[in-house]
């Protein structure tokens, strides 16, 4: 065979003896000489980095994305600046509470981030299948993981800890019945709907803002499992999801999503209803109609998982021009965790890495760390000002100057502050849902709550039950019968005042 490749170490040194260790006679102990064996075996056992706290288990994938609808009127972005506009992109889909092993069929919201190599820079869309959140505030979101995650005494998921938390916390029940409906178990990744979830704010040419909601549907359609499919489905293959996008992709049947967009004036903002910036709600379409964008495809399955899958890195704070940021409480906190996070599990480098790299020109002080890679930097200089090199700031990326309503500086409460946690999901229920779909949502969410354990039992349901009442009476009702608890009229009635 011609043109065959010499075995080398990860200096590039050849060597001979890949599976024969070096040792004393035949049947002697091994030599430490045999640096071949200890470099295979040192980095054998640093092969894994720390998994995501959160969206550990995860699906990627690249492919295009092509403008088909004019949004210059909103956005100076050079990637909306005219139709037929195309770029590179990168998306990872997700589970939420589950480890990297887990099954992909679990209850769970997923998570949908993506990546967009536009000639402005690398723009992150990191969000989830849902339009909404459990919590509004990301001080809160320490704790409301914990309680998705494994309890500290028997380390097991505890529905006990989950209804406990959510019970304390209305704010959550809008999020809890689209996740306890049969949208919690999506039919693998390309048969859900994807949202930026936040209020996101473009910013036009004549630099005015509006507020904005991106959604991106499935053009596959939406198809779930129901509770026991996705209980059946867990134990035939827990990869399904990956196995599903993975073979459709391969097969030339490229799923593909509309990006749409709905868009608030700032006056429309400060007049709303409710606070158009709480993730844990949403913006009526009747008023905010969908205006179609563009089209997302995906094409291409990485050809090493780990390296672009696992290693792939998203921030909120990853915004171009043209585009930032709102007021929203879960926003702001992510624009720093989620960057901080990938420091920690990848690196201070992990923007070197291909698939998080930009493809265009990077210019910026940043020097050293772990793994830095290329020639760092070079000679050049690593401050800034400086006589040497011809970088400076373009004044036409100078941001927002956003005008605050007062100066005061408080912790506001929020029992007090935007506290209708009911008429979202009572709306979700009675309208949005059809008779199947509220059967199925009854039936799971009674099926979870039966694992309710312990002397706190009767306390967590009863609170939980008062938020249901509260958000559609027959929604309460049908719960508490399935559960056989028995609600009174002057509870009922207390419990929707």
Same mark, same amino acid.
């Given at each position: 065979?011609?043109n065959?490749?010499?075995?080398t170490n990860?200096?590039?040194?050849?060597?001979?003896?890949?599976?024969?260790?070096?040792?004393?006679?035949?049947?002697?102990?091994?030599?430490?000489?045999?640096?071949?064996?200890?470099?295979?075996?040192?980095?054998?056992?640093?092969?894994?980095?720390?998994?995501?706290i959160?969206?550990?288990?995860?699906?990627?994938?690249?492919g295009?994305?092509?403008?088909?609808?004019?949004?210059?009127?909103?956005?100076?972005?050079?990637?909306?600046?005219?139709?037929?506009?195309?770029c590179k992109?990168?998306?990872?889909?997700?589970?939420?509470?589950g480890?990297?092993?887990s099954?992909?069929?679990?209850?769970?919201?997923?998570?949908?981030?993506?990546?967009?190599?536009?000639?402005? @820079? *690398?723009?992150?869309?990191?969000?989830?299948?849902?339009? +909404?959140?459990?919590?509004?505030? #990301? $001080?809160? %979101?320490?704790?409301?993981?914990?309680?998705?995650?494994?309890?500290?005494?028997?380390?097991?998921?505890?529905?006990?800890?989950m209804?406990d938390?959510?019970?304390?916390n209305?704010?959550?029940l809008?999020?809890?019945?689209?996740?306890?409906?049969?949208?919690?178990?999506?039919?693998?990744?390309?048969h859900?709907?994807?949202?930026?979830?936040?209020?996101?704010?473009?910013?036009?040419?004549?630099?005015?803002?509006?507020w904005?909601?991106?959604?991106?549907?499935?053009?596959?359609?939406?198809?779930?499992?129901?509770?026991?499919?996705?209980?059946?489905?867990k134990?035939?293959?827990?990869?399904?999801?990956?196995?599903?996008?993975?073979?459709?992709?391969?097969? @030339? *049947?490229?799923?593909?999503?509309?990006?749409?967009?709905? +868009?608030?004036?700032?006056?429309? #903002? $400060?007049? %709303?209803?409710w606070?158009?910036?709480?993730?844990?709600?949403?913006?009526?379409?009747?008023?905010?109609?969908?205006?179609?964008?563009?089209?997302?495809?995906?094409?291409e399955?990485?050809?090493?998982?780990?390296?672009?899958v696992e290693?792939?890195?998203?921030?909120?704070?990853?915004?171009?021009?043209?585009?930032?940021?709102?007021?929203?409480?879960?926003?702001q906190?992510?624009?720093?965790?989620?960057?901080?996070?990938?420091?920690?599990?990848?690196?201070?480098?992990?923007?070197h890495?291909?698939?998080?790299?930009?493809?265009?020109?990077v210019?910026n002080?940043?020097?050293?760390g772990?793994?830095?890679?290329?020639?760092?930097?070079?000679?050049?200089?690593?401050?800034?000002?400086?006589?040497?090199?011809?970088?400076?700031?373009?004044?036409?990326?100078?941001?927002?100057?956003?005008?605050?309503d007062?100066?005061?500086?408080?912790?506001?409460d929020?029992?007090?502050?935007?506290?209708?946690?009911?008429?979202?999901?009572?709306?979700?229920?009675?309208?949005?849902?059809?008779?199947e779909?509220?059967?199925?949502?009854?039936?799971?969410?009674?099926?979870h709550?039966?694992?309710?354990?312990?002397?706190?039992?009767?306390?967590?349901?009863?609170?939980?039950?008062?938020?249901?009442?509260?958000?559609?009476?027959?929604?309460?009702?049908?719960?508490?019968?399935?559960?056989?608890v028995?609600?009174?009229?002057?509870?009922?009635?207390?419990?929707?005042?």
């Amino acid at each position: 065979m011609e043109n065959k490749k010499k075995l080398t170490n990860a200096a590039g040194i050849p060597y001979y003896n890949h599976e024969d260790s070096q040792t004393v006679g035949s049947r002697g102990p091994v030599l430490l000489q045999d640096f071949i064996l200890q470099e295979n075996l040192a980095h054998f056992v640093r092969e894994r980095i720390p998994e995501r706290i959160v969206h550990a288990k995860g699906s990627g994938a690249y492919g295009k994305f092509t403008v088909t609808g004019d949004i210059s009127k909103y956005t100076r972005a050079k990637l909306f600046s005219k139709v037929g506009n195309e770029c590179k992109m990168f998306a990872r889909f997700s589970t939420v509470g589950g480890e990297k092993g887990s099954a992909d069929t679990e209850r769970d919201p997923r998570g949908f981030a993506l990546k967009f190599y536009t000639e402005d @820079g *690398n723009w992150d869309l990191v969000g989830n299948n849902t339009p +909404v959140f459990f919590i509004k505030d #990301a $001080k809160k %979101f320490p704790d409301f993981i914990h309680t998705q995650k494994r309890v500290p005494r028997t380390n097991l998921k505890d529905h006990t800890v989950m209804w406990d938390y959510w019970s304390l916390n209305p704010e959550s029940l809008h999020q809890v019945l689209i996740l306890m409906s049969d949208r919690g178990t999506p039919h693998g990744y390309r048969h859900m709907h994807g949202y930026g979830s936040h209020t996101f704010a473009m910013i036009n040419e004549k630099n005015e803002r509006h507020w904005v909601k991106f959604h991106f549907k499935s053009q596959q359609g939406i198809k779930n499992f129901n509770n026991e499919e996705a209980a059946e489905m867990k134990g035939k293959n827990p990869d399904f999801a990956q196995e599903d996008l993975v073979d459709a992709i391969d097969n @030339g *049947n490229f799923p593909k999503w509309t990006m749409q967009i709905q +868009v608030m004036t700032e006056e429309e #903002a $400060k007049n %709303f209803r409710w606070n158009p910036f709480d993730v844990t709600k949403v913006w009526p379409h009747s008023e905010y109609p969908l205006i179609d964008v563009g089209i997302m495809e995906l094409n291409e399955v990485p050809v090493n998982y780990f390296a672009h899958v696992e290693q792939s890195t998203f921030a909120p704070s990853n915004l171009i021009d043209g585009i930032s940021f709102s007021p929203d409480k879960m926003l702001q906190g992510r624009l720093f965790s989620y960057a901080d996070a990938h420091r920690y599990r990848v690196g201070v480098n992990s923007h070197h890495l291909p698939v998080n790299a930009c493809p265009f020109q990077v210019n910026n002080y940043q020097r050293d760390g772990y793994m830095a890679m290329g020639d760092n930097g070079g000679d050049a200089p690593n401050y800034f000002p400086n006589s040497f090199d011809n970088i400076t700031p373009d004044p036409a990326y100078k941001p927002f100057e956003e005008e605050l309503d007062s100066a005061h500086v408080a912790f506001f409460d929020r029992n007090k502050d935007d506290n209708d946690h009911y008429t979202q999901p009572g709306l979700l229920y009675s309208k949005a849902m059809n008779d199947e779909d509220r059967k199925n949502l009854i039936h799971n969410i009674v099926e979870h709550m039966k694992g309710i354990k312990g002397e706190k039992k009767d306390l967590i349901i009863n609170r939980q039950l008062c938020h249901f009442f509260r958000a559609n009476i027959d929604l309460g009702i049908k719960i508490a019968a399935s559960l056989g608890v028995t609600i009174d009229a002057s509870q009922m009635q207390h419990s929707t005042q």
